[in-house]
């Protein structure tokens, strides 16, 4: 009687296992991202992503940038937005996708995510060029991409012109912009998390990074960015591995059980 209450939650365990295993099959979801953008206009840095439970908020809305967004939308890099992801949601599947993603280019990344356990999508790029623009989603539970069965809920996400932000860490100037400016002559905005698009025309005439001459081209209504989701079964040697880690886990609690002094359940 004396090892009874740990049975029972062992027990508990394993039914969990086996009961999310009916409905939490992973999937592979490839994320293909197209530039919408006119064509000389805006370019954007590789996507960061992550499915979630939603609790990973890189920003806010009239709030002061901090490291994580900063670094997605002074460089693109990303560098402190993933660890920062990965710190809150240590059970997340995160991502990067490609390199820069001119006018009219598309790519389309493909991760394993269980979609009961991470059914959010958070993302981040930086517009280029600019300072410190940006695109991504400041609510985390903004978009559910998989609903409460495991099944696609959304197929895709349509960014437009209004929808890019300007961090407020790094003051406008095209002579300071990132890849094709000065980085000595960046000054700090010191100001907040805002919607802004307009200011991109201001850097029109420039030569890009990728040799072509900016031309904004955008207005209010104006289509920049789609982020679209389809789903596969995990491809069987995969499939094998998790049955394989499954097992492992099965096999860690048999020896429990056997250090515990409980005899082997028969199945
Ligand atoms: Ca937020
Ligand atoms: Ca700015």
Redesign the pocket.
């Known amino acids: 009687m004396k090892f009874r209450p740990q049975t029972l939650a062992l027990a508990a365990a394993a039914t969990l296992l086996l009961g999310t295993g009916a409905h939490a099959q992973p999937l592979m979801v490839t994320v293909t991202v197209q530039n919408l953008a006119p064509a000389q206009g805006v370019a954007f840095a590789p996507l960061h992503f992550g499915f979630g439970n939603g609790t990973f908020?890189?920003?806010?809305l009239g709030g002061g940038a901090t490291a994580p967004i900063i670094s997605v939308a002074e460089g693109g890099s990303g560098t402190d937005w993933q660890p920062a992801f990965a710190a809150a949601e240590p059970g997340a599947t995160r991502g990067t996708e490609g390199g820069l993603l001119l006018a009219g280019a598309t790519n389309s990344p493909t991760v394993m995510v269980d979609p009961l356990l991470n059914p959010f999508f958070t993302f981040a790029a930086m517009a280029v060029p600019s300072n410190d623009f940006f695109i991504g989603n400041?609510?985390?539970t903004r978009y559910r991409v998989f609903d409460a069965n495991g099944n696609l809920a959304i197929n895709s996400i349509l960014q437009r012109a209004t929808d890019i932000w300007d961090a407020g860490s790094e003051v406008f100037d095209p002579a300071a912009a990132a890849f094709v400016g000065n980085n000595d002559l960046r000054r700090q905005q010191n100001s907040v998390v805002a919607f802004n698009f307009a200011e991109l025309a201001g850097f029109n005439g420039l030569t890009t990074g990728a040799g072509y001459t900016f031309t904004s081209g955008l207005t209010a209504d104006s289509d920049v960015y789609r982020i679209s989701f389809s789903i596969a079964p995990v491809p069987e040697p995969s499939t094998y591995a998790m049955m394989f880690s499954g097992l492992m886990l099965v096999g860690w609690l048999a020896r429990r059980r056997r250090s515990d002094g409980q005899q082997h359940p028969a199945r």
């Open positions: 908020d890189a920003f806010n400041d609510s985390p």
